[in-house]
């Protein structure tokens, strides 16, 4: 961090990086970049996966800078853009396990990478389609507890509340709806 930058509250960066002086943000970066690292490897415990979502979070919260409350914590702002990025790799690998659990074995290798060719990403969305439409085919009753759990990352008691069902019958209901979608999907 410049020894420019070193005294300045985050408030007075933010000011900076609105400014113009891009810099100031670099500073904000080198203030912030190891608390939010700890925090999403705190969520994520994977090193390479943390790094690319510190990153990201960066890249976000950059985008959004213009929209900052400078009267608040810019570490607590940051701190939830990263745990925003740590749901949305929660859901992403929520979402591929679910997939995975229903494709055949070649069709999960696929979609196990977000670093995937062109023909790996093809079968990918050809894989989620398939398994989309599965899904479709489902009763609701059945449905609605799967994505909820599965895709949603509700608990069962939190889904059970929303779907004013008891914590067994959403139980019940999801083991049924990945045995059907098991037979639908082969």
């Not at 607590?76 to 929520?94: E, Q």
């Not at 009763?139 to 929303?162: D, F, K, N, T, V």
């Amino acid at each position: 961090m410049s020894r420019d930058y070193a005294g300045l509250s985050d408030g007075d960066l933010v000011a900076l990086v609105r400014g113009g002086r891009p810099e100031a943000y670099a500073a904000i970066v080198a203030r912030h970049k190891a608390a939010l690292y700890r925090l999403i490897l705190a969520h994520v415990r994977d090193a390479e996966e943390a790094l690319d979502l510190v990153q990201e979070s960066f890249v976000a919260a950059h985008g959004a800078l213009a929209r900052f409350d400078t009267t608040r914590s810019l570490r607590a702002w940051l701190s939830r853009i990263a745990l925003n990025k740590c749901r949305d790799w929660a859901r992403r690998r929520r979402v591929r396990a679910v997939i995975a659990r229903f494709l055949p074995v070649e069709a999960a290798e696929a979609v196990a990478d977000d670093r995937i060719g062109g023909e790996a990403a093809a079968i990918e969305r050809d894989s989620l389609a398939r398994t989309l439409a599965a899904l479709d085919t489902l009763p609701e009753a059945l449905r609605a507890p799967l994505i909820l759990c599965a895709i949603e990352g509700l608990s069962q008691a939190e889904a059970a509340e929303a779907l004013g069902l008891s914590v067994k019958a959403v139980e019940l209901r999801i083991r049924r709806a990945r045995a059907e979608l098991r037979d639908r999907t082969g």
